[in-house]
């Protein structure tokens, strides 16, 4: 059962227009959110993160949104630069490990 | 991720011989978790592991994977009679303590290809 889904296998924007990653997750007693950015043949980075009792947290270009009641969260990155192509993971932490969506591959084109 | 040591980064094996996959936390992190990401899937939990102890295995197969994070040296994840189904890139990851809102430092992976 996949509880934390990435419906968007791939994004592409253009460069200084938003890119808006979306997640969805179906366990009501995740508390905590995280974004993880990855490039090829290396690890994923952590990014931002959010906790339940917020639903807006903001960190220079990257925001995140979280909507409880439709257990929905969402990574706008604006504006967007060509070092931002990357693969996107959203991931949900229940206590002591991660529980990580499919990902999204960003494409910002010049 | 420099932060996070693992070795080696390619790793080639026949079907049936043993795959062995070490990493060496950042400093100061006593926690370490691996995961798995197969081609074209997100990161899939495996095995979580303080010092000399394993908290949580149930991303584990039951079967041929084994882990370890002794008092002294590397973590070490264990593939035995490796089969096709295997190959996929190995991630580890490390925090400093058990708050669970700690971000993870991730590795740079072993990538494990089985032929």
């Known amino acids: 059962d996949q509880q934390v889904k990435q419906n968007s296998p791939s994004l592409s924007v253009q460069e200084g227009r938003i890119s808006i990653l979306n997640c969805d997750y179906t366990?009501?007693?995740?508390?905590?959110f995280l974004w993880y950015k990855k490039y090829p043949a290396e690890g994923p980075t952590f990014l931002i993160s959010?906790?339940?009792?917020?639903d807006k947290n903001e960190d220079g270009r990257f925001t995140v949104f979280l909507n409880k009641s439709a257990k929905h969260l969402s990574l706008h990155i604006v504006p967007s630069q060509p070092g931002d192509s990357a693969v996107y993971f959203c991931?949900?932490?229940?206590?002591?490990?991660?529980?990580f969506g499919q990902g999204t591959e960003l494409s910002v084109k010049p | 991720n420099a932060g996070v040591m693992q070795n080696p980064r390619h790793l080639v094996r026949r079907r049936g011989q043993e795959a062995r996959l070490r990493c060496s936390p950042m400093?100061?992190?006593?926690?370490v978790y691996w995961y798995r990401q197969l081609p074209e899937e997100g990161l899939k939990f495996m095995v979580y592991?303080?010092?000399?102890?394993?908290?949580?295995e149930s991303g584990m197969p039951k079967e041929r994977f084994s882990a370890e994070f002794p008092k002294e040296g590397p973590s070490i994840l264990r593939i035995q009679q490796v089969v096709r189904g295997d190959s996929a890139a190995y991630f580890c990851?490390?925090?400093?303590?058990?708050?669970?809102?700690?971000?993870?430092?991730f590795g740079n992976g072993t990538r494990l290809t089985v032929t």
């Open positions: 592991l303080q010092k000399e102890n394993i908290i949580d």
């Open positions: 990851a490390s925090s400093p303590q058990t708050d669970p809102n700690s971000p993870l430092h």
């Open positions: 400093k100061g992190h006593s926690h």
């Open positions: 959010i906790s339940s009792i917020k």
């Open positions: 366990n009501s007693m995740f508390d905590y």
């Open positions: 991931a949900a932490s229940p206590p002591m490990k991660l529980i």
